[in-house]
């Protein structure tokens, strides 16, 4: 089954930093605009940042630039998702999505998730002293 692995995430001090890393086994992420969003208790899935296929070019939220860093590793098959100075209002669910064509930072409902092609379990990422 074609799917993407996220890993990484954990309970960390504010101010502290982890690296997450999305990675798939079945198809190249290399030609997949990749995308990380996080969902928080309550609230809906938002993008925090994304990286595109062929030239690589980064989008970051607002609250988030400066602080994160995305950046993709093709002959690992991985992108990673560097969070750094982070903060206990980072705590959330991370998911990375895969898409061909969509690089975004929007907001996405539930019932919207179909719009992205590949879709990971999510990781865990709780900022808490």
């Known amino acids: 089954q074609v799917q993407l692995v996220e890993s990484g995430g954990g309970l960390v001090q504010p101010g502290g930093s982890l690296r997450l890393s999305c990675a798939a086994s079945?198809?190249?992420?290399?030609?997949?605009?990749i995308n990380w969003f996080r969902q928080a208790p309550g609230k809906e899935r938002e993008g925090v940042s994304c990286i595109t296929s062929g030239d690589g070019n980064t989008y970051y939220a607002d609250s988030v630039k400066g602080r994160f860093t995305i950046s993709r590793d093709n002959a690992k098959n991985t992108v990673y998702l560097q969070m750094n100075s982070l903060k206990p209002e980072d705590t959330a669910v991370y998911f990375c999505a895969a898409d061909l064509y969509r690089c975004t930072l929007t907001v996405v409902p539930e019932n919207n998730l179909y719009q992205y092609d590949y879709w990971g379990q999510g990781t865990q990422v709780t900022v808490s002293s």
């Open positions: 079945e198809f190249s992420l290399a030609y997949y605009a």
